[in-house]
């Protein structure tokens, strides 16, 4: 395994719209083994392989409190969303900011594992939160365009929780 480099903000590589998977290679498996250790490694709860600077449709997520339930989606795709929920969002992508955005409160996807099965994956808050933003960097959106108010440093947004 190996720590990928993370793509930021103003990489043209963030705004295309990612490729199906059609097949599990080698080359795949080491691709998400990397995704997850560069999300642990830098602390985030998901990320997308084009931020990683591959154009595949894939995605990793841990919103758990020990990081320790990796979820691994493969052609994911949204199923059904309700309800909203307001709340600052960041993203690897862009280093140290926060922002406040909008965003449905559920959300049921539908994706491959990286066994190429089948599964359903939901969740309310912040893995619903997590879903939306990391589908949508296969679309090749990031989350600075839905973003009400203006991109805050992290620091101010520690302050203002204290
Ligand atoms: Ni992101």
């Known amino acids: 395994m190996a720590i990928r480099t993370?793509?930021?903000i103003g990489d043209d590589l963030l705004?295309?719209?990612?490729?199906e998977v059609k097949e599990i290679t080698p080359?795949?498996?080491t691709l998400v083994q990397d995704m997850l250790e560069t999300m642990y490694d830098a602390g985030g709860?998901?990320?997308a392989a084009p931020q990683v600077g591959v154009l595949k449709r894939i995605v990793v997520i841990d919103?758990?409190?020990d990081a320790d339930s990796p979820i691994i989606l493969i052609n994911p795709e949204i199923l059904e969303t309700s309800g909203k929920q307001t709340g600052y969002e960041g993203c690897l992508s862009v280093p140290g900011k926060s922002g406040i955005v909008t965003r449905a409160n559920y959300c049921k996807v539908k994706a491959l594992n990286e066994n190429m099965e089948e599964i359903i994956v939901e969740g309310e808050e912040l893995l619903a939160r997590a879903l939306q933003h990391e589908l949508a960097h296969l679309e090749g959106e990031l989350y600075v365009s839905l973003v009400e108010g203006d991109l805050i440093d992290n620091?101010?947004?520690?302050e203002e929780g204290e």
């Open 6 to 8: 993370i793509r930021t």
């Open 15 to 19: 705004y295309h719209r990612s490729r």
């Open 27 to 29: 080359r795949i498996r």
């Open 45 to 47: 709860v998901g990320l």
């Open 63 to 65: 919103v758990s409190e």
């Open 155 to 158: 620091s101010q947004l520690q």
